[in-house]
């Protein structure tokens, strides 16, 4: 019974150090992102109740080619779309929209300004290094949808490609260049 006790002990220990070493996406708040980057930001829109939002953060942010392009090429921020953060962003200020005592928590102005009247988490923003908009993505995605979505942006093929003829040919045509570029070894 002892020694397995100590086994026991012991493969929980090397589990937790196998996911201590395992790379997180390098998450930022948005008071704390840098004005100019040399790399695009994508800002997750989320809210403390969206299943949808936590669904992602446990399966498509936790993949690690999508660890990998975010960290890349990407300043990944969270926001929570219903916070009270106040910051600036593109020189313009944003403070969180008030909400009447006993009301659920008011969408944050910066989600209004940037969702418009497409509101709905989660939702993902892209904003070129300048900050200004490249182009907003909603809904649930799993990591492989994911991942053509942030190397379509990443790699600059958005200026060459529809998305659509970009999802037709990425698997046979892009993704082996894509993972030549990340230093992937696809088993």
């Known amino acids: 019974m002892q020694r397995f006790k100590q086994l026991l002990l012991m493969s929980v220990l090397l589990g937790l150090l196998g996911t201590a070493g395992a790379q997180q996406v390098n998450w930022t708040q948005i008071e ?7 790399k695009l930001y994508m800002v997750d829109f989320f809210t403390s109740w969206c299943g949808y939002c936590k669904k992602m953060d446990r399966e498509t942010f936790t993949n690690p080619t999508v660890v990998k392009i975010l960290n890349q090429y990407y300043t990944p921020i969270k926001f929570d779309a219903e916070g ?48 200004s908009p490249l182009t907003i993505v909603q809904g649930y995605h799993t990591a492989d949808e994911f991942i053509m979505i942030l ?8 200026e060459r490609y529809s998305f659509d003829r970009y999802r037709a040919i990425f698997d046979k045509e892009i993704r082996p260049t894509m ?3 990340l ?3 696809k088993k």
């Open 179 to 181: 993972n030549r570029t």
């Open 32 to 38: 704390k992102a840098p004005q100019n980057s040399k």
């Open 183 to 185: 230093n992937i070894d």
């Open 151 to 158: 190397w379509y942006l990443a790699s600059g093929d958005n």
């Open 84 to 131: 009270t953060s106040s910051f600036m962003w593109q020189g313009v200020k944003y403070t969180s929209t008030p909400t009447p005592p006993g009301s659920r928590p008011s969408v944050h102005m910066f989600a209004k300004s940037v969702l418009g009247k497409q509101i709905g988490f989660p939702s993902f923003a892209f904003f070129k290094s300048d900050q």
